[in-house]
């Protein structure tokens, strides 16, 4: 299968609209479409989670945005990699404590 075939429906529509780079970022950026801590790369990060379907894990889902986003939101990585971490380690109690 080839990787255009795999894109979700949602990353193609996404990849058709600019994307703006950090430089520019200004007073007419969509920030609630492209918020540029989540707008770096190739991919928006919305595209990432729903290409490997983590839509449908909310744990899942935020491990990866935090990821994404540490040091680019704000100076402070450290706050978003304990919150992925937060999240991760709460997806691992979960998993452990399904029924055997």
Known sequence: ?????RM???TRSRKSRKIP????????TDLVNYPPHY???KY???DIIDDLRLDQDYYLGNVVKYLARA???SPNALQDLKKAQ???GRKI???ENLPS
């Open 39 to 41: 707008t770096f790369g």
């Open 86 to 88: 937060w999240y991760l």
């Open 21 to 28: 780079r950090p430089e520019e970022i200004n007073d007419q």
């Open 8 to 10: 979700s429906s949602a």
């Open 93 to 95: 109690s979960k998993l």
């Open 71 to 73: 040091g680019r939101k």
């Open 44 to 46: 928006q990060v919305i």
């Open 1 to 5: 299968m080839s990787s255009s075939s």
